[in-house]
Each structure stands twice: as structure tokens, then as C-alpha cells.
């Protein structure tokens, strides 16, 4: 082939990415829209399709840093000192105060552009790994739409009327090593595996051309990564390490440009990494939070459910190993796909709270091994056996194959997510959730009134429903909002039960209050659901604001009780 059919056949690709690209971002787009237009007119859709205590988490932390460079916790009642700056959400907090673009719009572009970033980080890092244009393409595609074989539960959940719990559930649900997933729900880990590719392709072209320039890249990435998401630094710097031991082991020789990329790239990246542990430190309540990760009971699935988790791309990517291969027949590339996938196995289930995260981008590097694993496991296999069929249309079917085997859990996902937008304000009254896609336009217009009344260091006193709201909506304070935000989670939403019990004394509740220093209290349909009691009766409570569903009380707690 001539260096100009070349050009244009790369150019052709590139056209062709850019089609499939957009094709992605309307498919993943429908459930929004779906939202959008089918709710009634008096409910308010929140922007996002899965996951709203930790979208809206972001959300606050976007809102402070339009006026801050570090921000505070605003989703628990005490004090804090502002010391989180993360850069993803800082940029669109600065974006959104100097435009005036509502954090929904905002949020879905940002989810459109982290989509196209991370499907052309992928690719770029296929064309790396494949001069083939078959196995590039079969590898983006596996990596990109891929899941695992979480669908069985789905199955059993319909056929055998078994509901998908954990551990089950987390086969199905874990976002992070799911392409597809973060591009229709998760925009900062769509970025975050995005930015993996883009450093992982970097260290690969570094080692093949022994260049530094490579290296100060692949820091300068890494330190982008790192302000976003400094736990991904577990990810970076332990695979560069492996992979250094690995050429180490076949050369026989220390591999010298490994060693300085690596300093190099810690010494750019890691100060993000100690800021974020500092925090945990230095301040009571950032270290309270940290502590209570364990409240989401989001944990790596165990080994035994590795497999369905990720499916059968990465059972062939397992077969792709080669363990009897000589090290010395292994080349710079085949050495980094091995100690990129096989670190995972031990980053996973490293004792941390955050263990879960180290999956993200484990399915960009099992895309390029299943297609190893095809080509060298299971082409030849099926040659032998289909003898008078054409090696191109082998390698067509079996490519087909593969790709067809890791869809299904991806299509209930997307199923999933656009039925639910229409069941979660059909049935927003008997549901018992967490994550209320939809409210009520009644009390999105309270919240748009405590906005005018509040100041920073106001708490507002509610159910966990609505507190999850108050931060990004009002920029006051939550006293209960985020399963791991607020300080002290379990006890206080055992307080927030019982200061709605009737058989609670107002003389209780006002000690509450005060202990907290609560400013407003809240109280809408969520605040009924939870007891019989009638704040209209309390005399510490001044209605400041009412419309048909919800009304606002300031505290004052220097009247008495009961």
C-alpha cells in the first residue's frame, strides 16, 4: 500500500470515528431528552438519568467554585474548612458563573464532550497498539460498547422473579469499567479513563523512541488526571512501574528511559494526590467523610464475580496472556498491555475505600487483549474448522461474535435508564428512593426562594430527599444530603426520623436545632413522609414562605418548646 492510500485510509477512519462518535452521543442522549419532553408540566426533571446524591454532590461543589478557588462541605451542618478544589468541576463552576448557563445545560454538554474524548483517547491508543485496521477497530469497539455478563442477573430478575441485590447488583451497575455506562450517565469518569488512554499511549511511544518529550506529556496528563481524580494515581504509577520490571525482565538490562518517565511523571502528578490526603487530615470533617465511604457498601466485586463483572472480553483477555510465551519473544507494546491489564488485579483489591475506582479504564486494555485473544486463540480455531470459508470472513464472524457477546448488559442499561426516566415521576409518590430524577415544580420554586433568603453557613434542616438538593440549589448548608458528606450520616438520619415522629417533644426538636445552629427548615412531601408531626404547631418556627406543596420556616430557637 502507497503512503497516500495510507493517508487517505487513515483520514477515511478518522471521517468514520467522527460518524460513529455522533451516533453514540444521540443514542446516549435519548433518555435526556425522553426526560425532558415527557414529564408533565409540573415536574421539574434534575438534569441527570443515574445516581443523584453524588451527581449533585459535583453540583454543590460546582456552585462554590464560583466564588472560590477551594471549597467547603456544604452537605453536612458543621463547619468545614475549604480546602477541595477539583479541577473538573471548579472549570465548570467558573464557566457557569461567567455565562450564565444553568448547570443542567452545562452538565450535559460537558457530558457530550467527555464522551467524544474518551472514544477518540481509545481509538488514538488502539491505532497504537494495531496497524490492522480490523483488530483497531474491533478493539475500540469491544472497549467502547462493552460490558459484562451482568445480564444474566437481568434474566433472572424477570424470568425467575429474583431481584438483582448486591453483590449481584454491583455485576451489573459498576460504572467504572464500563465505556458505554459513563458515557450516558458518568462524565468525570468518561474523562478520567480518557485521560489513562491518553497517558498510558504516552509512556507506550516514550519507551518505543526513548524520547523525554514523551515523558514531560505524559506528566502533564497525569497532573490533569491527578486535580481530577487523585486516586487514579494508583492506577498510573504502579502500571508504569510493572511495565518497567517487565522490560527489565526481558532485556536484562535497567530500563534507564522508564526510571526517568517515571520520576518524572510523579514529581508533575503527585502534589494533587498529597493535597487530597493532606485534607484528611487536617480537617475533622473531610476526615470524617473519608471514613464513611463504607456507607455506600460500593466495593470490588469479589474474584468469583470478576468474571461477570467483566465479562467475556476479559475471559479472552486472560487467554491472550500466553504464560508459556519466552520474554524475549515479547515486544515493548504486548509487554505493556500485560502489565496494564494484570495490575488491575491486585490495584482492585487494595484495602482503600475507594478500591472500586481503580477499575476505571481496566476495559480499554481488555478490549486490546480480547482482540489478541481473538486473533491468536480463537481465528485459528475456527479456520480449522471452517475450511472453506475465506479467512477474511472468519475474522468477520468472529469479531461479530465478540462484539455481539459483550452488548446485552449495555442495552438493558440504556433500556433501563430511558424506562425508568418515565416510571420515576409516574410513580414519584409511592417510590421509596434516593434518587428522585424528577420533583415537583412547587419545590423547585422553594428551593429557588431559600436561594434569596440564605448565606453559605445557613442550615437547612430536611429529609435526606431533599437535602441531597439544598447545597447545589441554594448554597446553604444541609443538615442530612449525601451518604458520606455529611458527618455522622447514620445518627443524623436517625435524628431527622425521629424529629418528624409526632411522639417527639418540641423541646427535643428545639434542642436540635440549636445544637446545630439550623436556620430554615424545609418541609415538602418527602418531610410528611417521614411522621405525623405539623411544624405549623411549634412556636420556634416562622413560616417565611408557602405554595401548595412545600413551606419554609426560619428557626428561631429562643422560643420555648413545649
Known amino acids: 500500500m502507497t503512503e497516500q492510500s495510507v493517508s487517505s485510509s487513515n483520514r477515511r477512519d478518522w471521517l468514520y470515528l467522527g460518524i460513529f462518535i455522533v451516533v453514540v452521543l444521540l443514542i446516549t442522549s435519548v433518555p435526556y431528552f425522553y426526560a425532558y419532553k415527557s414529564a408533565p408540566d409540573n415536574m421539574h426533571f434534575m438534569g441527570v438519568v443515574f445516581n443523584i446524591p453524588d451527581h449533585f454532590q459535583y453540583f454543590s461543589w460546582m456552585r462554590e467554585s464560583q466564588t472560590q478557588f477551594l471549597v467547603p462541605n456544604q452537605l453536612t451542618p458543621e463547619d468545614s474548612t ?31 464532550l467527555a464522551a467524544a474524548f474518551v472514544m477518540i483517547a481509545t481509538y488514538w491508543f488502539a491505532s497504537l497498539v494495531f496497524t490492522n485496521r480490523a483488530k483497531r477497530w474491533t478493539a475500540f469497539l469491544v472497549s467502547v460498547l462493552g460490558a459484562g455478563l451482568g445480564w444474566v442477573w437481568v434474566i433472572a430478575k424477570y424470568v425467575g422473579k429474583v431481584e438483582i441485590v448486591p453483590p449481584n447488583s454491583f455485576d451489573v451497575y459498576t460504572s467504572e469499567p464500563n465505556t458505554f455506562f459513563n458515557i450516558l450517565a458518568f462524565p468525570h469518569f468518561s474523562i478520567a479513563a480518557g485521560l489513562i488512554a491518553v497517558v498510558f499511549g504516552l509512556v507506550l511511544l516514550g519507551q518505543k523512541k526513548q524520547s523525554m518529550r514523551y515523558a514531560w506529556a505524559a506528566a502533564a496528563v497525569s497532573l490533569l488526571l491527578s486535580v481530577q481524580h487523585a486516586y487514579d494515581m494508583f492506577i498510573i504509577y504502579p502500571v508504569i512501574g510493572l511495565y518497567a520490571l517487565f522490560i527489565w525482565l526481558r532485556d536484562r538490562k535497567f530500563p534507564m528511559y522508564l526510571f526517568k518517565l517515571g520520576v ?7 502534589w494533587p494526590a498529597l493535597q487530597a490526603f493532606y485534607i484528611t487530615q487536617a480537617d475533622d470533617v473531610w476526615k470524617g467523610v473519608l471514613s464513611q465511604f463504607d456507607n455506600a457498601g460500593a466495593w470490588t466485586p469479589n474474584p468469583l464475580h470478576l468474571p461477570i463483572l467483566m465479562g467475556v472480553s476479559w475471559l479472552l483477555a486472560i487467554w491472550a496472556l500466553k504464560i508459556r510465551l519466552p520474554w524475549r519473544e515479547r515486544d515493548d507494546t504486548h509487554l505493556f498491555l500485560m502489565a496494564w491489564f494484570l495490575a488491575h488485579f491486585i490495584l482492585v483489591y487494595i484495602p482503600l475505600n475507594f478500591q472500586i475506582h481503580l477499575l476505571s479504564g481496566w476495559q480499554i486494555v481488555t478490549g486490546m487483549m480480547a482482540v489478541i485473544g481473538l486473533y491468536t ?28 457477546a459483550v452488548l446485552p448488559t449495555n442495552l438493558y442499561i440504556f433500556a433501563w435508564r430511558t424506562l425508568d426516566m418515565k416510571a420515576a415521576w409516574q410513580e414519584m409518590d409511592e417510590r421509596v428512593t434516593d434518587n428522585r430524577y424528577f420533583i415537583r415544580v412547587s419545590e423547585y420554586d422553594a428551593y429557588q426562594f431559600l436561594e434569596t433568603q440564605v448565606k453559605g453557613t445557613d442550615v437547612v434542616f430536611s429529609s435526606l430527599n431533599t437535602g441531597a438538593f439544598i447545597p447545589a440549589l441554594t448554597g446553604a448548608r444541609s443538615f442530612l444530603g449525601h451518604w458520606a458528606q455529611t458527618l455522622d450520616f447514620q445518627n443524623k438520619r436517625t435524628m431527622v426520623d425521629a424529629f418528624f415522629n409526632a411522639a417527639t417533644t418540641d423541646d427535643q426538636r428545639l434542642q436540635l436545632l440549636g445544637e446545630y445552629n439550623v436556620g430554615y427548615l424545609f418541609y415538602g412531601p418527602e418531610e410528611a ?28 430557637t429562643t422560643q420555648t418548646g413545649d
Open 529 to 556: 413522609k417521614l411522621g405525623d408531626y405539623d411544624p405549623a404547631d411549634s412556636p420556634f418556627l416562622t413560616e417565611v414562605y408557602q405554595n401548595d406543596d412545600v413551606t419554609i420556616y426560619a428557626v428561631d
Open 377 to 404: 486463540r480463537v481465528l485459528p480455531w475456527l479456520r480449522r474448522r471452517l475450511s472453506a470459508v475465506s479467512p477474511q470472513r472468519v475474522a468477520l464472524l468472529g469479531s461479530s461474535a465478540l462484539l455481539l
Open 264 to 270: 518524572v511523571v510523579v514529581l508533575i502528578s503527585v
Open 82 to 112: 475549604p480546602l477541595l478544589f477539583n479541577f473538573l468541576w471548579f472549570t465548570l463552576g467558573r464557566v457557569e458563573s461567567l455565562t450564565g448557563i444553568e448547570y443542567r445545560t452545562l452538565y450535559q454538554m460537558t457530558r457530550l
